[in-house]
């Protein structure tokens, strides 16, 4: 099981730029894809986008295309996910999300503890 | 893009007994890509089935899925208190992937 650990709550202001990290932990592990989900307050799951790091491809949704960036650095483990232009409705849980491959499916088996990303003037 | 859509939106059962959640999809979804998430309050979604049948790791033989196409079905039998989450379907099959609207499952 990889257990993913995010980086802390951030506030931004409209127009800025925020990153988040992620980093997996729990031994040596394989991860065929990552991907980033969010959750407005009191809303259900958008999916965001994902990169397949050994390839590399990336998927994104087009509604965050050109706003959104999911980079991964095999080298620590730790994958980020840019989010610019920000917005008030971009306020959100930002969680990355691991996929093992054939081992859960190709589905999100792991998922980090959330970032709370407030955008406010 | 896909579009799943969940129902019933809430769902009120009594423990011990069965719970059916329905998903249907906008187009065909390939079985090998429909999965099923269950989140309860303050804590990240938690996988429960992948491959539209198959039970994620740890996951007890109360969980159950099946379907095809366009229609998909998680239920839950023997419902514990426990069980009070919202459960989401979620395609990863075409790009954009998607997740249904969630139904809200209350144990009486």
């Known amino acids: 099981q990889v257990q993913l650990v995010q980086s802390g709550a951030e506030v931004k202001k409209p127009g800025s730029s925020v990153k988040v990290s992620c980093k997996a932990s729990?031994?040596?592990?394989?991860?065929?894809?990552i991907g980033w989900v969010r959750q407005a307050p009191g809303q259900g799951l958008e999916w965001m986008g994902r990169?397949?790091?050994?390839?590399?491809?990336?998927n994104y949704a087009p509604k965050l295309q050109g706003r959104v960036t999911i980079t991964m650095d095999e080298g620590t483990g730790t994958a980020h996910m840019r989010l610019s232009s920000l917005r008030y409705d971009d306020t959100a849980v930002y969680y990355c999300?691991?996929?093992?491959?054939?081992?859960?499916?190709?589905?999100?088996?792991?998922w980090g503890q959330g970032t709370l990303v407030t955008v406010s003037s | 893009e896909i579009v799943l859509t969940q129902s019933p939106g809430t769902l009120s059962l009594s423990p011990g007994e069965r719970a059916t959640l329905s998903c249907r999809a906008s187009q065909s979804v390939s079985s090998s890509y429909l999965g099923w998430y269950q989140q309860e309050p303050g804590q990240p979604p938690r996988l429960l089935i992948y491959g539209a049948s198959t039970r994620a790791t740890g996951i007890p033989d109360r969980f159950s899925a099946s379907g095809s196409g366009t229609d998909f079905t998680l239920t839950i039998s023997r419902l514990e208190p426990e069980d009070s989450a919202v459960y989401y379907c979620h395609q990863y099959d075409s790009s954009p992937y998607t997740f249904g609207q969630g139904t809200k499952l209350e144990i009486k």
């Open positions: 729990g031994g040596p592990v394989n991860i065929y894809a």
């Open positions: 990169i397949i790091p050994s390839f590399p491809r990336e």
């Open positions: 999300v691991t996929s093992l491959g054939i081992l859960d499916g190709y589905s999100w088996g792991s």
